[in-house]
C-alpha cells in the first residue's frame, strides 16, 4: 500500500514562498512519475508540476512557470515544489501524486496517476 503525505502548506502573503514536500512509503518510488497537482471547490483537479523517474525531465503549467521548480529525492522518495513569488490565485489544496508504472513520463492528466496524498491547503493573500 503507497501511502503519500504532504506538508508545508500554510498561510502566505503575495509575494512570498513557500516550499512542499510529500514523502512516500510503503513502495519505493524512484522509478516512477511523479507529479503535483491542484484544486479549488467546484473546480477540477489540476496539473502544476512534474518530475520523471529520472529526476531531471520536468513539466510545468504555464501558470506557473519560472515561479515553480518541482524536484525531488528519489533514495528518500521525496518529492519537492519550491513555490517562489506566489499570488492569490495559486490559493488551493495541493496534492502530490505518483504514476504506478515504472519509467512511464510525466502526465498533465490526473487520470493518469494512481497514487495521492491527502492534500495541503496553500492560501495566498492579497
Known amino acids: 500500500q503507497v501511502k503519500l503525505v504532504e506538508s508545508g502548506g500554510g498561510l502566505v502573503q503575495t509575494g512570498d514562498s513557500l516550499r512542499l514536500s510529500c514523502t512516500a512509503s510503503g513502495r519505493t518510488l524512484n522509478r516512477n512519475a511523479m507529479g503535483w497537482f491542484r484544486q479549488i471547490p467546484g473546480k477540477e483537479r489540476e496539473f502544476v508540476a512534474g518530475?520523471?523517474?529520472?529526476?531531471?525531465?520536468?513539466s510545468y503549467a504555464d501558470s506557473v512557470k519560472g515561479r515553480f521548480t518541482v524536484s525531488r529525492n528519489g533514495v528518500k522518495d521525496q518529492i519537492f515544489l519550491q513555490m517562489n513569488s506566489l499570488r492569490p490565485e495559486d490559493t488551493a489544496v495541493y496534492y502530490c501524486?505518483?504514476?504506478?508504472?515504472?519509467?512511464?513520463?510525466?502526465?498533465?492528466?490526473?487520470?493518469?496517476?494512481?497514487?495521492w496524498g491527502q492534500g495541503t491547503q496553500v492560501t495566498v493573500s492579497s
Open positions: 518530475i520523471g523517474w529520472d529526476e531531471i525531465a520536468t
Open positions: 501524486a505518483a504514476r504506478s508504472s515504472y519509467y512511464d513520463f510525466v502526465s498533465y492528466s490526473s487520470a493518469q496517476y494512481d497514487f
